[in-house]
C-alpha cells in the first residue's frame, strides 16, 4: 500500500487533484482511500463524499474518512500524526487498499508531512497568487517528491510568468519533478501521470496485487 500526502497552501486544489488522481488510479482498478485534513470542518470529505460517492459512485463511502483537526494543520501531519495514523487504520481494516491519499488541511511552504503518514509527497500551488512561489523555497517546495503547480489556466489574469515559475522550480528542486497543470482545463495533467506512474513504480504495484 502506498501512501500519498498532499499539501501546499488553502485553495491551491489539493481536494480537486485528489478527486481527479483518485478517478484515475481507480480506473486502473486500485483500491482507494482518502483522509481529509480540515481545521474546523468537514468541508473536504463532504465534498469528496458527494462527487465520488454520490455523483461518480466510484468509491464505497467507507473508503473516506474526514478529520477534523482543531488546531494547526501542520501538528496533524507531522509533529503528532497519530489522529491520521489511526485514520489510516481504520480504513486499512475495513479493505484491503493499494493507495491512500491524505490531503493536509492547508499550509505554509515549510510544511511537510511526517514519514509515518506518507511515502510519498505532493505540494500543491498555484498561479493564482502570481509567480513568486517556487522562487521562495522552503521545505515544502523544495523536499515534495512532486510539485504541482496548478491552475495554469489562471496565468494570463495575474500576470504569471510560467516559464519563470519553470526555471525557479527547476533550480531550487534539483531534479526532482515538477508538473504544471490545469485541473480546470485538464492541460497537463497526462504528464502529470506519466510522472506518478513512473515514481510510483505502479508496474510493481500491479505486480503485488
Ligand atoms: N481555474 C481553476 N480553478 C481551479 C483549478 N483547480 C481547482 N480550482 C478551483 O479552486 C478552488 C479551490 O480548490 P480546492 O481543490 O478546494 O483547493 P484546496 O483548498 O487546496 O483543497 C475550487 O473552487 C476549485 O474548483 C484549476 O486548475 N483552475
Ligand atoms: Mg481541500
Redesign the pocket.
Known amino acids: 500500500m502506498i501512501k500519498i500526502g498532499v499539501l ?12 481527479f488522481l483518485a478517478k484515475e488510479f481507480i480506473k486502473m482498478k486500485f483500491k482507494v482511500g482518502i483522509v481529509t485534513n480540515d481545521v474546523v470542518s468537514n468541508f ?1 470529505a463532504v ?1 469528496i463524499y458527494s462527487d465520488l460517492v454520490l455523483k461518480d459512485k466510484v468509491l464505497p463511502k467507507e473508503n473516506i474518512v474526514g478529520l477534523v483537526t482543531g488546531g494547526c494543520p501542520h501538528t496533524a501531519i507531522r509533529e503528532d500524526p497519530s489522529l491520521n495514523m489511526r485514520a489510516i487504520e481504520t480504513l486499512s481494516r475495513k479493505s484491503k487498499l493499494d493507495i491512500i491519499f491524505i ?1 493536509s488541511g ?1 499550509d505554509n511552504v515549510m510544511s511537510t508531512f511526517s514519514p509515518l503518514l506518507s511515502d510519498y509527497s505532493i505540494f ?1 500551488l ?1 498561479t ?1 497568487a502570481g509567480d513568486k512561489y517556487p522562487r521562495k523555497g522552503g521545505l515544502g517546495i523544495t523536499q515534495s517528491d512532486l510539485l504541482v503547480i ?5 496565468a494570463p489574469y495575474v500576470g504569471a510568468d510560467l516559464s519563470k515559475m519553470r526555471e525557479d522550480a527547476e533550480s531550487v528542486r534539483e531534479g526532482k519533478p515538477t508538473a504544471f ?5 485538464m492541460e497537463g495533467t497526462e504528464e502529470l501521470m506519466r510522472i506518478l506512474l513512473e515514481d510510483l513504480n505502479i508496474e510493481g504495484l500491479l505486480g503485488n496485487k
Open positions: 501546499g497552501p488553502v485553495g491551491s486544489g489539493k481536494t480537486t487533484l485528489i478527486e473536504d465534498r490531503e492547508g500543491v498555484d493564482s496548478n491552475k495554469i489556466d489562471l497543470i490545469s485541473l480546470r482545463t
